[in-house]
């Protein structure tokens, strides 16, 4: 079993930036993939980001690229989702995410395989 626990949403203005983390523990995730997903009210859930634990390979939706940034920290175990120049419709919650494999579709939240509570971002206009 992998726990994620993200933190770091809030409210911010439009323009403005936040960083959420989400900490992983109980497995060693040498060959998982994480990413960021969403949730606005009343839609489904939509990728965001994703990247590999070891190698760091990156990929983005286009409503995000250029404004969002993953990365991670092996040493604190730690994935995070640097979102600058935050626009109204960024507004939802954001789940942190695990799959046992790097290989496979990577945007699609069927092929994960283990979730965090969620945090919710509110950008204001």
């Known amino acids: 079993q992998v726990q994620l626990v993200e933190s770091g949403g809030g409210s911010v203005q439009a323009g403005g930036s936040l960083r959420l983390s989400c900490a992983a523990s109980?497995?060693?995730?040498?060959?998982?993939?994480m990413g960021w997903f969403r949730r606005a009210p009343g839609k489904e859930r939509e990728f965001v980001a994703t990247?590999?634990?070891?190698?760091?390979?990156?990929y983005y939706a286009d409503s995000v690229k250029g404004r969002f940034t993953i990365s991670r920290d092996n040493a604190k175990n730690t994935v995070y989702l640097q979102m600058n120049s935050l626009k109204p419709e960024d507004t939802a919650v954001y789940y942190c995410?695990?799959?046992?494999?790097?290989?496979?579709?990577?945007?699609?939240?069927?092929?994960?395989?283990?979730w965090g509570q969620g945090t919710q971002v509110t950008v204001s206009s």
């Open positions: 995410t695990a799959k046992g494999s790097i290989f496979g579709i990577a945007d699609s939240p069927s092929q994960y395989d283990y």
């Open positions: 109980g497995r060693t995730l040498t060959n998982y993939r």
């Open positions: 990247i590999t634990w070891s190698g760091g390979s990156t």
